[in-house]
């Protein structure tokens, strides 16, 4: 399958009378899901971690910071849920205090902590994998486990010598290359790029992404998450947002909350809206009004992705241990691909993508339409001309709210577009378009997988992508 997403102009030849607008998830209504109130946390619960669903058996599994209660430092909690809503910590057989078994699952003085459960790995024992600062230099260190309980090192730690100060990101891409987002050292808040092809060899980290001439002086990035979507990498980049009167040379006073980012390359990050919130600070007294941290990779579910984190009510410096619990879990909600729309008012609105092709003749608008609007799509060859059969006169009107709209003409049959370079022209009013995709219904439906347009003559994209 291939989409076009709207993240930014790229796809796009002519635009007219469309605006852009990002869509942040919507936070799961009530109570956190999750408080910092046992006490082998010592009222810790940070997301340098990770939430993800098992594909094997649909169970959802978090792994997040706490405090070792037997004073060892930094420990990873375990948590497990049938539902993704209701969620327990049982004694996990692997770390005890005072005698009773905990939900610790690994005590070694993790920071930064990223988990991925690798579909692709054929070992068993390597099914899981973590990534991790470890102490005392809190150095990156790689560990592997069967379960995602019972951990192992994956050969000689650390594997990068740069301190995790903040979250790792990790990912497998692809082409089967594992990824790993980091600080390129201690203090330096920004993100840099470290690579390997058997998780235990990797790259020197590269910076990706730093602060733009329009922050404010006192944005730093914290770190970064990252996951593959199609032929992007996205992630939530954590801001930083420091105290103007903090002169500490690590300014450790702020508050934290992401913004959403994306690549096609893995090297030129760009943020999709600079300065908007993807999951917002709660209002003063809410138990989500200082920090925000999201789990390092999203949950795909069939209409639905959930974007899990952990928020504190106090400010980054004044995390106390102890106490009334300051951290919770919750989690906030998107539509499949409703990152960032293109808008249609009153005025029709009118785009020109540029020449791209499609292995499958169905074609598919992932859009909102108000009473009253419409979207119609023409199909035009590669000099902007109609399709004979697919032209505006031809196509059929989409209205309503649906992910996958289906593309029709009363003259003209898809399958005839079958691997045919094509451009699209939409009309639109009174709506908001997300993305639109080329590919069957049950692609359609696994909208986390799919390639984006190379922009080169068919032939040569097929050569690049190993097609046909």
Request: charged share 25%; proline share 7%; hydrophobic share 35%.
């Amino acid at each position: 399958m291939i989409k076009l997403m709207f993240l930014d102009y790229r796809d796009l030849e002519v635009v007219t009378a469309f605006t852009r607008q990002a869509h942040p998830p919507i936070k799961h209504a009530g109570d956190p899901l999750l408080r910092s109130d046992l006490p082998t946390e010592d009222n810790l619960m940070s997301m340098f971690g990770t939430v993800i669903r098992r594909p094997t058996d649909g169970l959802w599994q978090y792994w997040y910071k706490c405090f070792n209660p037997n004073e060892k430092g930094p420990a990873l909690g375990y948590a497990q849920s049938r539902d993704g809503v209701k969620w327990e910590r049982p004694g996990m057989g692997v770390v005890s205090f005072k005698g009773q078994d905990t939900h610790i699952v690994f005590d070694a003085g993790p920071h930064g902590t990223a988990v991925i459960y690798d579909e692709q790995e054929t070992r068993p024992a390597w099914r899981y994998k973590m990534v991790h600062g470890s102490n005392p230099t809190k150095r990156i260190s790689a560990h592997r486990s069967p379960d995602g309980i019972h951990w192992t090192a994956a050969g000689e730690n650390p594997v990068v010598c740069a301190t995790a100060g903040g979250p790792l990101g990790l990912m497998r891409a692809q082409d089967g290359r594992y990824v790993m987002y980091i600080r390129p050292c201690k203090g330096d808040r920004r993100v840099a790029r470290a690579e390997s092809w058997d998780f235990i060899h990797w790259t020197e980290p590269v910076v990706v992404i730093d602060q733009d001439p329009i922050d404010p002086v006192q944005v730093q990035f914290y770190g970064m998450d990252a996951w593959p979507y199609g032929g992007y990498e996205m992630g939530l980049l954590w801001i930083y947002d420091t105290d103007a009167d903090d002169l500490a040379f690590h300014k450790p006073r702020g508050r934290m909350f992401p913004e959403l980012a994306y690549t096609r390359s893995g090297y030129a990050w760009h943020r999709a809206s600079v300065g908007t919130r993807w999951i917002d600070l709660g209002a003063p007294g809410t138990w989500d009004h200082a920090q925000i941290h999201p789990s390092s990779l999203p949950v795909y579910l069939d209409d639905e992705v959930r974007w899990y984190y952990t928020a504190c009510s106090v400010p980054h410096e004044f995390v106390a241990r102890g106490g009334e619990p300051t951290w919770a879990f919750g989690y906030a909600s998107s539509r499949p691909d409703r990152y960032i729309s293109l808008n249609a008012g009153q005025q029709e609105a009118q785009l020109l993508t540029r020449p791209f092709w499609s292995e499958v003749g169905e074609f598919f608008a992932n859009a909102q339409i108000d009473r009253g609007g419409y979207v119609k799509v023409e199909v035009t060859d590669t000099a902007g001309a109609a399709v004979e059969g697919f032209s505006l006169a031809d196509a059929q009107t989409l209205q309503g709210d649906d992910l996958r709209h289906r593309l029709a003409w009363s003259k003209g049959k898809p399958a005839a577009l079958a691997n045919k370079q094509i451009r699209l022209r939409i009309r639109a009013k009174n709506a908001k378009l997300f993305s639109l995709a080329g590919g069957t219904e049950a692609q359609a439906k696994q909208y986390w997988r799919f390639r984006i347009p190379h922009f080169m003559p068919m032939d040569e994209e097929k050569a690049l992508v190993g097609i046909g």
